[in-house]
Protein backbone atom coordinates (compact mmCIF):
# COMPACT_ATOMS: atom_id res chain seq x y z
CA UNK A 1 0.00 0.00 0.00
CA UNK A 2 1.79 3.12 -1.08
CA UNK A 3 1.82 5.99 1.49
CA UNK A 4 3.51 9.45 1.39
CA UNK A 5 6.14 8.21 3.94
CA UNK A 6 7.17 5.96 6.15
CA UNK A 7 6.10 7.68 9.07
CA UNK A 8 2.79 7.75 7.58
CA UNK A 9 2.60 4.15 7.29
CA UNK A 10 3.30 3.63 10.84
CA UNK A 11 0.79 5.75 12.02
CA UNK A 12 -1.91 3.57 9.44
CA UNK A 13 -0.63 0.70 10.78
CA UNK A 14 -1.54 1.43 14.65
CA UNK A 15 -4.64 2.56 13.39
CA UNK A 16 -5.74 -0.58 11.83
CA UNK A 17 -4.71 -2.72 14.80
CA UNK A 18 -7.08 -0.11 16.94
CA UNK A 19 -5.14 0.72 19.59
CA UNK A 20 -6.71 2.10 22.49
CA UNK A 21 -6.02 4.79 24.92
CA UNK A 22 -3.35 2.51 27.94
CA UNK A 23 -2.63 -0.08 24.99
CA UNK A 24 1.23 -0.36 24.90
CA UNK A 25 3.71 -0.47 22.19
CA UNK A 26 7.08 -2.10 23.00
CA UNK A 27 9.98 -0.54 21.14
CA UNK A 28 13.40 0.09 20.73
CA UNK A 29 15.03 3.34 22.46
CA UNK A 30 17.64 3.51 18.97
CA UNK A 31 15.06 5.00 16.85
CA UNK A 32 14.21 8.05 15.02
CA UNK A 33 11.67 9.84 16.77
CA UNK A 34 8.75 9.47 14.23
CA UNK A 35 8.75 5.51 15.75
CA UNK A 36 7.66 6.89 19.22
CA UNK A 37 5.40 9.90 17.49
CA UNK A 38 3.58 7.43 16.14
CA UNK A 39 2.60 5.45 18.96
CA UNK A 40 1.69 8.47 21.26
CA UNK A 41 -0.70 9.95 18.43
CA UNK A 42 -2.11 6.78 18.47
CA UNK A 43 -3.10 7.33 22.19
CA UNK A 44 -0.72 4.76 23.04
CA UNK A 45 2.05 4.19 26.00
CA UNK A 46 5.54 3.62 24.31
CA UNK A 47 7.32 1.08 26.31
CA UNK A 48 11.52 0.55 25.17
CA UNK A 49 12.95 -2.82 25.60
CA UNK A 50 16.60 -2.29 25.72
CA UNK A 51 19.33 -3.70 22.28
CA UNK A 52 21.13 -6.09 21.81
CA UNK A 53 24.45 -4.19 22.52
CA UNK A 54 26.35 -6.66 19.44
CA UNK A 55 22.97 -5.75 16.54
CA UNK A 56 22.24 -2.48 17.74
CA UNK A 57 18.57 -4.20 17.26
CA UNK A 58 15.57 -4.55 20.17
CA UNK A 59 16.59 -8.07 22.12
CA UNK A 60 14.02 -9.95 22.31
CA UNK A 61 14.91 -11.56 26.05
CA UNK A 62 13.96 -7.56 26.63
CA UNK A 63 11.22 -7.34 25.22
CA UNK A 64 9.61 -10.04 27.34
CA UNK A 65 10.81 -8.50 30.29
CA UNK A 66 8.62 -5.54 29.39
CA UNK A 67 5.35 -7.46 28.21
CA UNK A 68 2.61 -6.86 30.44
CA UNK A 69 -1.38 -7.68 30.00
CA UNK A 70 -1.78 -4.05 27.87
CA UNK A 71 0.85 -5.07 25.51
CA UNK A 72 -0.87 -4.92 21.96
CA UNK A 73 2.05 -4.09 19.99
CA UNK A 74 5.86 -5.02 19.86
CA UNK A 75 7.46 -2.99 16.92
CA UNK A 76 10.90 -3.89 16.30
CA UNK A 77 12.88 -1.36 13.90
CA UNK A 78 15.46 -2.66 11.20
CA UNK A 79 18.48 -0.63 12.03
CA UNK A 80 20.53 0.12 9.47
CA UNK A 81 19.05 -2.25 7.21
CA UNK A 82 19.89 -5.14 9.41
CA UNK A 83 17.32 -7.47 10.73
CA UNK A 84 15.65 -7.72 14.17
CA UNK A 85 15.40 -11.36 15.86
CA UNK A 86 12.27 -11.93 14.20
CA UNK A 87 11.77 -15.86 14.76
CA UNK A 88 11.74 -15.19 18.55
CA UNK A 89 9.97 -11.57 18.09
CA UNK A 90 6.93 -13.48 16.55
CA UNK A 91 7.22 -16.11 18.79
CA UNK A 92 6.62 -13.98 21.84
CA UNK A 93 3.70 -11.73 19.86
CA UNK A 94 2.02 -15.12 19.60
CA UNK A 95 2.86 -16.18 23.03
CA UNK A 96 1.36 -13.00 24.23
CA UNK A 97 -1.37 -12.29 21.93
CA UNK A 98 -0.25 -9.21 20.47
CA UNK A 99 0.63 -8.00 16.98
CA UNK A 100 4.33 -7.33 15.61
CA UNK A 101 4.27 -3.82 13.19
CA UNK A 102 7.93 -3.80 12.06
CA UNK A 103 10.08 -0.56 10.65
CA UNK A 104 11.82 -1.10 8.19
CA UNK A 105 12.06 2.56 6.98
CA UNK A 106 16.08 1.21 6.07
CA UNK A 107 15.54 -2.58 5.78
CA UNK A 108 14.19 -2.49 1.92
CA UNK A 109 15.43 -6.04 0.61
CA UNK A 110 17.06 -7.24 3.46
CA UNK A 111 16.44 -10.64 4.36
CA UNK A 112 16.08 -12.98 7.61
CA UNK A 113 17.22 -16.42 7.68
CA UNK A 114 15.78 -16.45 3.93
CA UNK A 115 12.92 -14.15 4.52
CA UNK A 116 12.25 -10.81 2.70
CA UNK A 117 11.39 -8.29 5.53
CA UNK A 118 8.37 -7.47 4.64
CA UNK A 119 6.89 -11.15 5.05
CA UNK A 120 7.18 -11.73 8.73
CA UNK A 121 5.03 -9.37 10.88
CA UNK A 122 1.27 -8.86 10.82
CA UNK A 123 2.48 -5.49 9.08
CA UNK A 124 5.35 -3.89 7.88
CA UNK A 125 6.17 -0.41 6.91
CA UNK A 126 9.15 1.07 4.60
CA UNK A 127 10.86 4.33 3.54
CA UNK A 128 11.43 6.04 -0.02
CA UNK A 129 12.80 9.15 1.45
CA UNK A 130 15.92 10.60 0.49
CA UNK A 131 18.31 8.59 3.04
CA UNK A 132 17.29 5.42 2.72
CA UNK A 133 18.69 2.38 0.52
CA UNK A 134 15.97 3.08 -2.26
CA UNK A 135 15.37 6.70 -2.63
CA UNK A 136 12.71 8.60 -4.23
CA UNK A 137 12.84 11.75 -2.15
CA UNK A 138 10.01 10.56 -0.27
CA UNK A 139 7.15 8.25 0.10
CA UNK A 140 6.78 5.10 1.67
CA UNK A 141 5.06 1.11 1.37
CA UNK A 142 3.08 -0.99 4.23
CA UNK A 143 2.72 -4.69 3.38
CA UNK A 144 0.64 -6.81 5.38
CA UNK A 145 -0.92 -10.08 4.41
CA UNK A 146 -4.80 -8.85 6.39
CA UNK A 147 -6.93 -7.59 3.79
CA UNK A 148 -9.44 -6.30 6.93
CA UNK A 149 -5.93 -4.18 8.18
CA UNK A 150 -5.15 -3.71 3.94
CA UNK A 151 -8.25 -2.38 3.50
CA UNK A 152 -8.58 0.09 6.46
CA UNK A 153 -5.24 1.37 5.39
CA UNK A 154 -6.70 2.17 2.12
CA UNK A 155 -9.87 4.54 3.57
CA UNK A 156 -7.67 6.18 6.37
CA UNK A 157 -4.64 7.27 3.95
CA UNK A 158 -7.26 9.08 1.68
CA UNK A 159 -9.14 11.34 3.71
CA UNK A 160 -11.45 8.11 5.41
CA UNK A 161 -13.10 7.68 2.02
CA UNK A 162 -14.62 4.66 1.26
CA UNK A 163 -13.92 4.77 -2.59
CA UNK A 164 -10.10 5.94 -3.99
CA UNK A 165 -10.30 7.93 -7.45
CA UNK A 166 -9.62 4.68 -9.31
CA UNK A 167 -12.83 3.32 -7.88
CA UNK A 168 -14.57 6.31 -8.44
CA UNK A 169 -14.50 7.24 -11.58
CA UNK A 170 -14.88 4.78 -14.78
CA UNK A 171 -15.44 5.22 -18.47
CA UNK A 172 -18.97 4.14 -17.79
CA UNK A 173 -20.00 6.49 -14.55
CA UNK A 174 -19.18 7.66 -11.56
CA UNK A 175 -19.79 5.46 -8.12
CA UNK A 176 -20.73 7.17 -4.95
CA UNK A 177 -18.46 7.28 -2.12
CA UNK A 178 -18.58 8.49 1.53
CA UNK A 179 -16.47 9.59 4.13
CA UNK A 180 -16.31 6.11 6.56
CA UNK A 181 -14.10 7.54 9.30
CA UNK A 182 -11.91 10.89 9.69
CA UNK A 183 -8.67 10.02 7.72
CA UNK A 184 -5.73 11.34 6.26
CA UNK A 185 -3.85 12.78 2.93
CA UNK A 186 -1.51 9.89 3.39
Given at each position: IAVNSATAGLQLALRALDLKSGDEVITTPLTFVSTINVILHAGAKPVFADIDRNTWNIDPKEIEKKITKKTRVILPVHLHGRPAEMDP??????????????????????????????????????????????????????????????????????????LDAWKRYSVAHFKLYEAVEPGFKY
Open positions: IMSLARKYKSHVVEDAAHAIEAIYHGKKIGSIGDITVFSFYVTKNLATGEGGMVTTDNEKWADRIKVLRLHGLS
